[in-house]
């Protein structure tokens, strides 16, 4: 009997793990989703803006002019090592 309770715990504890992990990315990703809308997670591209240009401020986010993000070739590279299905 007290191997099918360890066994239960652990079986628990595996989901609830990836369930947290899901939320604080999803928490401290949130900003960039905002900012980019759905791009930030479908778009295959990654550009910091002009460096040398002064901070514009949209949404409430001092970002660098030009600034874009994407991170669906970062996100799918471990399941599609030949070719990302990014678009």
């Known amino acids: 009997m007290r191997f099918k309770t360890v ?7 595996l989901p609830a793990s990836l369930v947290l992990v899901l939320g604080f990315i999803g928490i401290y990703a ?11 997670v ?18 409430g986010m001092s970002i660098e002019p030009g600034a874009q993000y994407g991170t669906c070739s970062s996100l799918s590279g471990p399941f ?8």
């Open 7 to 13: 066994l239960a715990v652990i079986a628990g504890v």
């Open 30 to 40: 949130w900003p960039a989703i905002r900012f980019n809308g759905v791009s930030f």
């Open 42 to 59: 479908l778009g295959n591209y990654w550009n910091l803006g002009s460096l040398y240009g002064n901070p514009v401020t949209i949404n």
């Open 80 to 87: 599609y090592p030949t070719g990302s299905p990014c678009w």
